[in-house]
């Protein structure tokens, strides 16, 4: 089964700095992977995926992501962080139909 | 279009007694998911199902049911509610495995 892990359950930034979220997968093969953004008491929202076309993905919101087959590594960025994207933020990757969620991130911004 | 509703939103039980979490969803997705999300572990996969009358266990199934008699319907039963099923379970669905759509979400509280 994949596994999803992502470095540092929680991230602080000041408004206005790069956000940078990392996420890393096992598999050999390259899998599809998502990047899902949980809001308080909400459920989990789809911000981008990969799924083998261009390595740089582009969400909402202003994210992107880069998929980097060498570090089996699919980090989140965000250049210029708002008060409006503190929440939580899920890694995935889809196996089979089924998704494989990392542990989370909880980003903060902070004024 | 609404999505997918789960119901209720909130709900407290006691040990022992019983309930059915709703989940419907009206995108006509043939995969369907239940997840139980605890804080710093994650989205864990419960339940899934890949079509009407089919199911199977996930990572975590022990003290749960499910069924699908219809593809709108994937109902969640709990038959003897412990504190340790204490949690907020979303439920999920997707066309063959892809992009997810979620519930906004049940917050179960078994005292």
């Known amino acids: 089964a994949q596994s999803v892990t992502q470095l540092g359950s929680h991230v602080s930034v000041s408004e206005g700095a790069l956000v940078l979220l990392r996420c890393n997968y096992s598999?050999?093969?390259?899998?599809?992977l998502f990047w899902y953004v949980q809001y308080p008491n909400q459920g989990l929202q789809l911000l981008l995926k990969?799924?083998?076309?261009?390595?740089l993905v582009k969400g909402i919101n202003g994210f992107e992501a880069e998929f980097k087959k060498s570090e089996t590594s699919f980090h989140l960025t965000k250049p210029s962080a708002h008060m409006s994207d503190a929440a939580e933020y899920f890694c995935?990757?889809?196996?089979?139909?089924?998704?494989?969620f990392g542990t989370g991130t909880s980003l903060t911004v902070i004024p | 279009n609404a999505g997918v509703t789960q119901t209720p939103k909130f709900r407290i039980l006691k040990i022992g007694q019983s309930m059915t979490l709703q989940c419907t969803q009206d995108?006509?997705?043939?995969?369907m998911y239940w997840y139980r999300q605890d804080p710093g572990m994650g989205l864990k996969l419960i339940y899934y199902?890949?079509?009407?009358?089919?199911?199977d266990k996930g990572e975590v199934p022990n003290g749960y049911n499910v069924s699908r008699s219809t593809t709108e319907d994937f109902p969640l039963r709990l038959e003897l509610a412990a504190p340790s099923q204490t949690s907020v379970y979303f439920c999920?669905?997707?066309?063959?495995?892809?992009?997810?759509?979620f519930g906004s979400g049940t917050r179960l509280t078994v005292v």
């Open positions: 999920a669905s997707s066309y063959s495995g892809g992009d997810y759509t």
């Open positions: 598999s050999s093969v390259p899998p599809y």
């Open positions: 990969y799924t083998s076309a261009a390595t």
């Open positions: 995935a990757v889809s196996e089979k139909g089924q998704f494989y």
């Open positions: 995108m006509n997705h043939n995969y």
């Open positions: 199902s890949v079509g009407a009358g089919i199911t």
